[in-house]
Nanobody, 121 residues
Framework: QVQLVESGGGLVQVGGSLRLSCAAS????????MGWYRQAPGKQRELVAT???????NYADSVKGRFTISRDNAKNTVYLQMNSLKPEDTAVYYC???????????????WGQGTQVTVSS
């Protein structure tokens, strides 16, 4: 069993900052990529940022220069620092991890339960 638990969402004013965290736990052997996605009401889920096991990053154009993804491999945790927040950043943010489990031995794609981020104008 693998769990991804997110924290750090909330209500913030335009221009403010939030830091999201996501900790993976369970029968994990190794984690390849981790990332953040978001889904606004009435819209499809979209990629926000991803980070590989050796620190390579990728960002959606809409968040480049404002958001920073990082990870602590020792803690199986990924972070998303969000600065200069805009109303259009309002969404449920989901953590994702592509990882190898020990029991059973398999590669799987796992998701967190989501955390709400609301940016008020």
């Amino acid at each position: 069993q693998v769990q991804l638990v997110e924290s750090g969402g909330g209500l913030v004013q335009v221009g403010g900052s939030l830091r999201l965290s996501c900790a993976a736990s369970g029968s994990i052997f190794s984690i390849n990529a981790m990332g953040w996605y978001r889904q606004a009401p009435g819209k499809q889920r979209e990629l926000v940022a991803t980070i590989t096991s050796n620190g390579g990053t990728n960002y959606a154009d809409s968040v480049k220069g404002r958001f920073t993804i990082s990870r602590d491999n020792a803690k199986n945790t990924v972070y998303l620092q969000m600065n200069s927040l805009k109303p259009e950043d309002t969404a449920v943010y989901y953590c994702n991890a592509l990882l190898l489990t020990t029991t059973p031995i398999q590669v799987g794609d796992y998701w967190g339960q989501g955390t709400q981020v609301t940016v008020s104008s």
